[in-house]
Each structure stands twice: as C-alpha cells, then as structure tokens.
T-cell receptor
Framework: ETGVTQTPRHLVMGMTNKKSLKCEQH?????MYWYKQSAKKPLELMFV???????ENNSVPSRFSPECPNSSHLFLHLHTLQPEDSALYLC?????????????FGPGTRLTVL | SQQGEEDPQALSIQEGENATMNCSYK?????LQWYRQNSGRGLVHLIL?????REKHSGRLRVTLDTSKKSSSLLITASRAADTASYFC????????????FGKGTTLSVSS
C-alpha cells in the first residue's frame, strides 16, 4: 500500500447523477493531485492542491469540481457527466511541490458514466 | 502533442529474459521518472534520474538518460512474472512544481 486511499473503487453513474470521489493520504504530505486515465491515452493531470490551495486547474470542465478541506483529504465532485468521462481517476500526493518530489498514487476509482 | 512517448507499446517475454523499454521526450527536463502500474491499479514510483545523471540502478532496474537525444531507457533484468505491468515514463520540466507529464506507457507481459 502506498499510503493513499481512494473510495469508492468502482462507480457507475448516470449522466444526471451527482457523486463524489474521495481521496485520503496518510503520509503527512502537503500537496495532492487528481489525474484522469482514459484507455489508450496518457495520464492527464486535472488539479493540483498545495496546502489546501488550488495551484493548478488543467482546463478541466466545470462538471468536475474539486475540494480540498485539509492537506490529507481531497474530493472530486461530479455532476452531469458525459460517457466520455468514463475513466480511471487517480489521486496522488507529494511531500511538497519540489521538482524532485516523488508522487504516491492511490489505487484509483474506476468510473463508468452511462 | 505529448511530452513523453514510450516504445514499444507492448512487449512479451519469457521469465528470466531482460526487458528494455524506451522513452522519448520533446523539451528540456529537470528529471525523468519511471512508474509501474499493475492492471487497474495506481502507479508506483520506480526510479528518478536527474538531467545531469546518465545512468542509475535500483535492484534489477537500470535506467539511462541521454539528454542530447532526449531519450531514456528502462532495463529490467532477469524478469519475473510479477513484473507484468504497464510502465510509464514521466518528465518534470525545468520549472517549479511537480506536475508530471506522462507517456502512454509500455505494457510488459512476462510469461513463465
């Protein structure tokens, strides 16, 4: 285990549903990330939070809404998603935002949008 | 276009053989990292090589970096069935922050 947990592990939702993904890190890290991994595409960075403040939004549609209440928890709120949003959503954390900080990933949430 | 591209996309070998995966990138980097991902799971960091380093070892892993060719290779020696996974290179540009830019990965299958 990497010290980063994600729930749920699998989620199926309709396009009109509202759901949330949760990530928790037990490593005492200060920065957290959301990535999207679609089939046959590179891992895409979505959001970066450092000390609870959002430092990067990689042009993500507003139907994805992140929330970082503290340095240990990160949420991704989902609403009115599209089928093309089906993917593996990965959370990661780093000690800081130094250029050589190693990223620790959670196991991911497999999302299917019907 | 993406920063990192792995080659080959898929590789099948027998246990005990060596596996070599390559990564090419486009712009100047601070460091390059290799990650492994087992099917449907999160990524696990394997090794980081800085732009001023040419070779690095970690157990059965050997990573090389050629900044003049903007390429890196990952060699896994004496492969095992447990090495079956997807392997990704990720680059960190010469700027603050740790936003990694990943390639599409190489899928390695090791059969016993």
């Amino acid at each position: 285990e990497t010290g980063v947990t994600q729930t749920p592990r699998h989620l199926v939702m309709g396009m009109t549903n509202k759901k949330s993904l949760k990530c928790e890190q037990h490593l005492g890290h200060n920065a957290m990330y959301w990535y999207k991994q679609s089939a046959k595409k590179p891992l895409e960075l979505m959001f970066v939070y450092n000390f609870k403040e959002q430092t990067e939004n990689n042009s993500v549609p507003s139907r994805f809404s992140p929330e970082c209440p503290n340095s240990s928890h990160l949420f991704l709120h989902l609403h009115t998603l599209q089928p093309e949003d089906s993917a593996l959503y990965l959370c990661a954390s780093t000690q800081g935002t130094g250029i050589t900080d190693t990223q620790y990933f959670g196991p991911g949430t497999r999302l299917t949008v019907l | 276009s993406q920063q990192g591209e792995e080659d080959p996309q898929a590789l099948s070998i027998q246990e005990g053989e060596n596996a070599t995966m390559n990564c090419s990138y486009k712009t100047s980097i601070n460091n390059l990292q290799w990650y492994r991902q087992n099917s449907g799971r999160g990524l696990v960091h394997l090794i980081l090589i800085r732009s001023n380093e040419r070779e690095k070892h970690s157990g059965r892993l050997r990573v090389t970096l050629d900044t003049s060719k903007k390429s890196s290779s990952l060699l896994i020696t004496a492969s095992r069935a447990a090495d079956t996974a997807s392997y990704f290179c990720a680059t960190v540009l010469n700027q603050a922050g740790t936003a990694l830019i990943f390639g599409k990965g190489t899928t390695l299958s090791v059969s016993s």
